[in-house]
Nanobody, 115 residues
Framework: QVQLVESGGGLVQPGGSLRLSCAAS????????MAWYRQAPGKQRELVAV???????NYVDSVKGRFTISRDNTKNTMYLQMNSLKPEDTAVYYC?????????WGQGTQVTVSS
């Protein structure tokens, strides 16, 4: 059973930074892409960033140049470095991995950007 556990969320002022982590355990293969999603109150969950097994990345336009996704396959951990945070980045952030058609999600970590 694959388990994903996010950490690193919190309250930060506009312009600040946070780094989220997603630790994977269970039946893990590093041959699959991983992703960060977020869901703000009253809004649909949206894809924020994705990283392939080889390290190729893609981002939603609203975070390009501010967020960086990375992974350490030796630690089965994915990261999201978030800089220049804005109030509109406030959301619950979820880690996601799809393995052979089965989607796995973490429990989410709250990020609040407010002065």
């Amino acid at each position: 059973q694959v388990q994903l556990v996010e950490s690193g969320g919190g309250l930060v002022q506009p312009g600040g930074s946070l780094r989220l982590s997603c630790a994977a355990s269970g039946d893990i293969s590093n041959a699959f892409a991983m992703a960060w999603y977020r869901q703000a109150p009253g809004k649909q969950r949206e894809l924020v960033a994705v990283i392939s097994s080889g390290g190729s990345t893609n981002y939603v336009d609203s975070v390009k140049g501010r967020f960086t996704i990375s992974r350490d396959n030796t630690k089965n951990t994915m990261y999201l470095q978030m800089n220049s945070l804005k109030p509109e980045d406030t959301a619950v952030y979820y880690c996601n991995k799809v393995i052979l058609g089965a989607a796995y999600w973490g429990q989410g970590t709250q990020v609040t950007v407010s002065s």
